[in-house]
């Protein structure tokens, strides 16, 4: 099949449009000092990207990857039989349970987090990763579950049904067929609710009570002292990872992303 050429003009025209907006995020990175009415930075320094390999820098990094990626297999793990019971059954009170799955996100999430935390206070999960996680679900499970429900609501459960009739257990049969079928919508929920969890400020902040420093937290702290070489390095540290998750996604599923909004003839 030949591709138009309008493609590749669409694509180059997203991608300027997508970056462009970093090109001053990375000429502050490497700024020495930059004042108006100065087109570009008079002079260089390499300051603000020396902070990246920091100590603390590196713990935030690692902390901040150990939590989005627990949050989105977690949410991923939630979201698949809800989203299952979601899409292919219809039973008494399922509108009911769609607007409970969808009331965390459509209530602020500072007034959901300032409830939820006396139970973490009171259980010993105030102030430690695990809590941070279990709260960070609140947000991207009701992502996760409607991605599936959507999913799951396609799904032709036939392939299921023939593979029983040859034997195949349940687990086999959820390895072997069920999954792979629902490789699209899979990887559309982990790298949204990667996302959503990589780029949370408040409920890390409220449930973590500082000591559980991701990157976001940094990135705000950086702002909030207007060190603008050092918040515009480790806003670049912010963007590098999702972009990274993206293409590996992308790589693995082939044509068959989902969010892209292609599929495999």
């Not at 003009?9 to 700024?31: I, K, Q, R, S, Y």
């Not at 679900?137 to 009739?165: G, I, N």
Request: aromatic share 6%; charged share 10%; with cysteine.
């Amino acid at each position: 099949m030949t591709r138009s050429p309008w493609r590749g003009a669409a694509v180059a025209v997203v991608a300027v449009v997508t970056l462009l907006p970093m090109l001053p995020v990375v000429l502050w990175a490497v700024a020495g000092a930059w004042r108006y009415p100065d087109l570009l930075p008079p002079e260089l320094s390499l300051r603000g990207l020396r902070l990246l390999g920091s100590e603390g820098v590196v713990g935030a990094l690692g902390t901040s990857v150990l939590v989005s990626t627990s949050v989105a297999a977690l949410a991923c793990l939630v979201g698949l039989p809800a989203g299952r019971a979601l899409g292919l059954h219809r039973f008494r009170g399922r509108r009911l349970v769609q607007f409970l799955l969808l009331a965390p996100i459509i209530v602020p999430p500072l007034a959901v987090t300032l409830g939820l935390q006396v139970f973490f206070v009171r259980y010993g999960l105030s102030d430690t990763v695990a809590g941070v996680v279990l709260v960070q679900l609140v947000p991207t499970v009701p992502y996760a579950a409607s991605l599936l429900a959507a999913a799951h609501a396609d799904l032709d459960t036939d392939h299921e049904k023939v593979a029983r009739v040859l034997g195949a257990g349940p687990v086999a049969t959820l390895l072997h067929v069920s999954l792979p079928l629902l490789r699209p919508a899979l990887v559309t929920a982990f790298l949204l609710t990667f996302l959503i969890s990589w780029s949370e400020y408040v409920l890390t902040l409220l449930v973590g009570g500082g000591r559980v420093t991701t990157l976001p937290l940094l990135l705000f702290s950086a702002i909030e002292s207007s060190d603008r070489p050092a918040a515009a390095a480790l806003g670049l540290l912010v963007v590098a990872p999702p972009v990274l998750l993206v293409l590996a996604l992308t790589r693995v599923a082939g044509r068959d992303v989902a969010w892209m909004g292609v599929s495999r003839a």
